[in-house]
């Protein structure tokens, strides 16, 4: 009885922390979701979110995230993959990590210079002879940076998941008469597939509601819902309707979870 | 080269990067529906040729044939042999039935053959009913059988398994041992079994290999090498031996520890030093008189069928004998033995001189028990 005891007391700061940091924001956000502008209690907000302009941004932030989801699935799965192959593979996953640590805000500075008017990118192009092009504030640009951003975090579940993964199971797809591609397809990607979600849950979540980079890097042509809240609660100073918006990316963030949450392995 | 060679070995030689080779122009041949074990201590080279068979690895030399023709440049997925892993290699994303089935969906076999074939081979290795079950769901010696029935239902002709059993308890080792061989001989095909474990290489082959340093130290059956070890390694490896120098007097004459005995070598050179093996077993208690040795026991162990005493002679030779009688520590005893039971090795003779020297022998004589 003791043991239980002490056990729950120790369970306390954790329970608090959840309280405080996770439960009490989220039942803020939902209360306030509920008052109109002027202070009502009313579901306006929730009737505004379901006409044309909020469903198309919710929409483009849907399509945004996939993108930029999907190309950095595309670019660190063989990158992960190459990893596990070379012989110093903690030292190169380091130095692919490391950009990580910097601070988002900076590196997204370092665009703007790099890909800026008379920036390094423009340059490489006019002696490219392709000529000076407007790199800045364009689609490309905001998933082109957003994929470099994100690209460690997925890199990381992925390498781990093939670093785990037993080479004889490679030697035995081989003895079993699997070509090298059959192998992938039948044994490394399905055993790699845990990893592979759980990279693009750390991707698409935080995707969905970037809001800083929509700005520096697309100069707003891009407006996500993570935009839109931003917009709301710092310049209409509308927090019902930031907060309704709020309650419906936590939704989607849960339903995808929930969609792409480990199933039991073995059909 | 008759049909009934399989595999042939031709002066392979396995070397990484600059290092001493794995495997030093090693030659060797195999037959068909015969279980063959490749036996020695780890890092001797017998998995590198498992691995150069199977074609995981290239060899740095020489030609590999099956079937008569040379296999070094055949990828692995196209050679007519599967492998039993060490670890079984058993995709844990598959269930048992996904498992077994795998090699016959690669080859876009039809829905219902698949189904009739891996509940055939799950029949033989006596998983019936499991088709179902996750591998993790699954013990240690039940996963075995799954890899051995992923193994068979390709029909290959040989089959390698890589120490198979080296994961499992005592008593279901050997279980599975009298199961592999009664595999063997109902499928008709090769196996080549890879172990360090002498026990099982006896009790299972037909024939070993002997693997030491890269070669092939002596190759036969079972009885072959266990009474007629070709040289120290072999004696010391293959169950438990009494080691000592002599020298070779004249044809059944041989001189050691001071005294001349009869025993059944010939061909040798008058006064050739050699080396003398007597195995514990075939060493008998007696009286000081009646010994041909007299030896003082030093210690004595009981290992259920019989007491493994350690003696030593006034030369400070250890003798070990295992004995069903017991004897007193401390005793000066005598040892008896035939003169069939002295075996002599030659320094350096190759298998080829050494196994012409045994035909002269003749049929009957120190060949068999």
């Known amino acids: ?267 | 080269m008759s049909d009934q060679v399989i595999i042939r070995f031709e002066g392979v030689t396995k070397q990484y990067d600059q290092d001493i080779p794995v495997l030093n122009d090693v030659s060797f041949e195999i037959e068909r529906g015969k279980f063959y074990t490749l036996l020695g201590p780890s890092g001797c080279g017998k998995t590198t040729i498992l691995r150069l068979i199977a074609g995981f690895t290239e060899a740095t030399q020489g030609e590999i044939y099956f079937n008569g023709n040379v296999i070094n440049n055949v990828p692995a997925n196209k050679r007519q042999v599967n492998t039993v892993f060490q670890d079984y290699a058993l995709f844990p994303h598959l269930n048992v039935f996904e498992n077994v089935a795998f090699g016959l969906r690669i080859k876009k076999t039809k829905k219902e053959e698949v189904a009739k074939k891996v509940h055939e081979a799950l029949a033989f290795v006596n998983l019936e009913g499991y088709e179902n079950r996750e591998i993790r769901e699954m013990s240690g010696g039940q996963r075995q059988r799954v890899a051995i029935a992923r193994a068979i239902i390709n029909e290959p002709e040989v089959i390698l398994l890589d120490e198979p059993l080296s994961a499992l308890d005592l008593k279901l080792r050997t279980e599975m041992q009298y199961e592999l061989r009664e595999l063997q001989q109902r499928l008709g095909i090769t196996f080549i079994f890879v172990t360090h474990d002498q026990e099982e290489a006896l009790a299972m082959s037909d024939e070993i290999f002997v693997i030491n340093r890269g070669k092939i130290q002596q190759s036969g059956t079972p009885t072959d090498i266990y009474d007629e070890p070709i040289n120290r390694f072999v004696a010391d490896f293959i169950g438990e031996s009494n080691i000592v120098k002599g020298k070779m007097l004249a044809d059944h004459l041989v001189e050691f520890v001071g005294k001349q005995f009869d025993c059944v070598d010939q061909g040798l050179n008058p006064d050739e030093p050699v080396e003398v093996v007597i195995r514990p077993e075939d060493l008998e208690i007696t009286t000081r008189e009646r010994g041909k040795l007299q030896v003082r026991v030093d210690s004595q162990l009981f290992r259920g069928v019989h007491y493994e005493i350690s003696s030593y002679d006034k030369d400070g030779n250890e003798w070990l004998v295992h004995s069903t009688k017991k004897a007193t520590v401390g005793d000066e005893i005598g040892l008896y033995f035939d003169s069939e039971a002295i075996h002599v090795m030659r320094f350096g003779e190759t298998e080829e001189e050494f196994d012409k020297r045994l035909e002269a022998y003749g049929d009957g004589v120190g060949n068999e028990e």
């Open chain 1, 1 to 267: 009885m003791k043991s239980k005891l002490s056990r729950n007391l120790y369970a306390i700061p954790y329970a608090l922390w959840i309280l405080i940091f996770v439960v009490a924001p989220i039942v803020l956000v939902l209360y306030y979701s509920f008052f109109d502008i002027e202070g009502n209690l009313s579901l306006t907000n929730y009737i505004n979110f379901f006409t044309p302009v909020y469903l198309k941004m919710t929409l483009s932030s849907f399509w945004y995230a996939f993108l930029i989801t999907a190309f950095t699935l595309l670019i660190s799965y063989p990158t992960a993959f190459l990893l596990t192959k070379t012989k110093n593979k903690q030292l190169w996953l380091l130095l692919i990590i490391v950009p990580s640590w910097i601070n988002l805000l900076l590196k997204a500075y370092a665009f703007l210079g790099i890909f800026g008017t008379y920036g390094t990118a423009n340059s490489l192009l006019e002696v490219l002879g392709i000529g000076s092009k407007q790199i800045l504030f364009t689609d490309f640009s905001f998933i082109f940076v957003s994929v470099y951003i994100f690209i460690p975090f997925m890199i990381l579940p992925i390498f781990n998941a093939l670093d785990e993964m037993s080479p004889t199971l490679l030697d035995a797809a081989n003895d079993l008469g699997a070509s090298a591609w059959t192998t992938f397809r039948r044994v490394i990607f399905p055993l790699t597939l845990d990893g592979v979600r759980s990279g693009c849950q750390v991707v698409f979540i935080p995707a969905l509601s970037l809001f800083m980079l929509t700005r520096l890097i697309s100069g707003n042509r891009v407006i996500t819902l993570g935009t839109a809240i931003e917009q709301q609660f710092l310049v209409t100073q509308d927090w019902g309707m930031g907060s309704t918006i709020a309650v419906f990316l936590i939704i989607i963030m849960f339903v995808f979870v929930a969609l792409t949450g480990s199933r039991k392995r073995g059909m």
